[in-house]
């Protein structure tokens, strides 16, 4: 397949990259390409200009800040994979990237592009969702941040407008007592996953869970909280127990690749592995 014809340009700055998609309502921006890419070989997108944000160097990195990690949006997810400082400060973050596509996809994709992307069936996205991050984004109408529960809008959509550029990714430092684990059922290794789960559990000096932060994946059009599973932990159910309610508000939907009933019967499965592993981590 080819793409569509498109204009292209490479700016250097973040403002040169404004004014660049400001110019054109049907241009794109492109991070790392791993999804855009392939949606324009198949035309599914159909760009007239594309922005690409490869130059802009002050949307690269990764710093601390008290408890908050700060990463760049186009920071390469294996370099994120590979840094020392996410690894013991953001455990759930850094196992996770290991379960994102192959190694050549993560070292040319970008953290801010899979959250831009927004594939239900990603595990970004969840890590986000289960740990409360938010995003910085700077458009014509200035800055704003987006909080991960209001960042998810849909099936590969998202609530940044067309004018709008995702700067960086804010996630808060794990607590000292934390354990995480990522767990996921997958046709191949490097395959989207059937369904998935990450999870992050908080465990007191008596190794009773204090916080629970459980978020699924292709169970739906987003990535979903299980928040009846969380509460359930907290409350004092083995994560046996607490998996029972996986999937409650959940309405996935049949595909060539598992029928809708088998996905709650998974996330039932990933939520009690996740859980357990979690746990095993924290104490």
């Not at 492109?30 to 324009?40: C, D, V």
């Not at 840094?83 to 759930?92: F, G, V």
């Amino acid at each position: 397949m080819k793409p569509p014809d498109f204009d292209y340009v490479a700016p250097t700055s973040l403002d040169d990259a404004l004014t660049a998609l400001r110019s054109d309502n049907d241009a794109m921006v492109l991070a790392g390409g791993q999804s855009l890419i392939p949606l324009l070989a198949f035309r599914l997108a159909w760009p007239t200009l594309l922005v690409d944000l490869a130059r802009v160097d002050q949307l690269t990195g990764i710093v601390e800040h008290d408890d908050r990690i700060v990463i760049g949006s186009m920071t390469r997810q294996r370099q994120i994979e590979r840094d020392a400082m996410i690894a013991s400060r953001c455990p759930l973050l850094s196992t996770c990237l290991g379960y994102v596509g192959h190694p050549q996809i993560r070292s040319r994709g970008t953290i801010g592009g899979s959250l831009a992307h927004a594939d239900p069936a990603a595990e970004l996205p969840a890590v986000v969702l289960a740990l409360d991050g938010k995003v910085r984004v700077v458009g014509s109408s200035g800055e704003r941040t987006i909080e991960a529960a209001d960042l998810f809008n849909g099936f590969l959509t998202t609530s940044l407008r067309h004018d709008e550029i995702l700067v960086d990714l804010e996630l808060p430092v794990a607590p000292p007592r934390a354990g995480s684990a990522v767990v996921e059922i997958a046709r191949r290794p490097g395959d989207f996953a059937l369904c998935g789960a990450v999870a992050q559990v908080e465990v007191s000096n008596s190794n009773t869970v204090v916080d629970a932060r459980l978020a699924l994946i292709g169970v739906g059009d987003r990535p979903v909280r299980a928040t009846a599973v969380e509460e359930a932990m907290v409350g004092g159910a083995s994560p046996q127990e607490a998996a029972r309610f996986a999937a409650v508000g959940l309405h996935p939907t049949d595909d060539t690749h598992a029928s809708a009933d088998y996905r709650l019967h998974l996330a039932e499965v990933v939520s009690k592995r996740v859980l357990t592993k979690a746990m095993e981590n924290a104490r």
